[in-house]
């Protein structure tokens, strides 16, 4: 039977979602070390942020793999892999705070008892940061997700924390010096330090308390 018009364009549809699906449900162990072998294949292969503004940008959907465009991206993965301590200079609309909840997120994902601490200025700013871990794990394929569990549903996590049932952890806290002192985590990330009063201070108590990867990102701030 021929098929025309909407028709064709459904079968169409219909056969790229079955190939979708094909590649998003494979559980072959070699597909599983490939996908979490680097976080920059990762974040840009098998996940996916959200934009607030994909109607105003004409977006087909809220829902987008990070741009592989972006020239300064994989540099800054690879950066991310080789240096403890790394400071970023930003400007609005680079992705960057995604791509350090990203690398964060792979980490304690596919590494156990491997937590992280986010900060930034207000509870409310760093509750939206773990929510952006929340949606990279969220949007990964089903098999991904299944190979690397949650300790309990998203549902029933805290709006402040993504916990994984391997030991790891991200834990978001508001700004000040006395906010890191309870923890004593692999890595720490200050969102927007220039913002933040005591970012002077809070590095120093991360250099005290942090074993791991300490990343420090801000666009200009005022004065």
Not at 31 to 60: D, F, K, V
Not at 168 to 175: A, N, Q, R
């Amino acid at each position: 039977m021929q098929l025309t018009g909407t028709r064709k364009t459904l079968k169409r549809r219909i056969d790229a979602l079955r190939r979708e699906s094909t590649t998003w449900c494979s559980p072959e162990p070699a597909r599983l070390e490939q996908a979490i072998s680097h976080p920059y294949r990762w974040a840009t292969e098998y996940t996916q942020t959200y934009n607030e503004h994909w109607q105003e940008e004409g977006r087909p959907s809220p829902y987008e793999a990070f741009p592989q465009r972006l020239p300064y991206l994989e540099p800054l993965f690879q950066v991310f892999e080789l240096e403890r301590i790394i400071w970023i200079i930003k400007s609005r609309d680079m992705m960057i705070s995604w791509a350090c909840l990203a690398y964060l997120t792979w980490k304690a994902m596919t590494t156990p008892l491997c937590g992280s601490v986010v900060q930034t200025q207000k509870e409310k700013k760093v509750i939206q940061l773990v929510d952006y871990a929340k949606c990279l794990y969220r949007r990964q394929p089903v098999w991904l997700r299944e190979a690397f569990p949650l300790a309990k549903p998203l549902k029933n996590q805290s709006d402040l924390e993504l916990q994984f049932a391997n030991g790891s952890y991200l834990v978001g806290i508001p700004g000040g010096a006395d906010q890191i002192r309870s923890y004593h985590p692999w890595g720490y990330l200050n969102d927007e330090s220039s913002f933040q009063p005591e970012a002077g201070d809070c590095y120093n108590e991360a250099l005290s308390v942090v074993k791991g990867k300490i990343i420090f990102n801000s666009s200009a701030g005022p004065g």
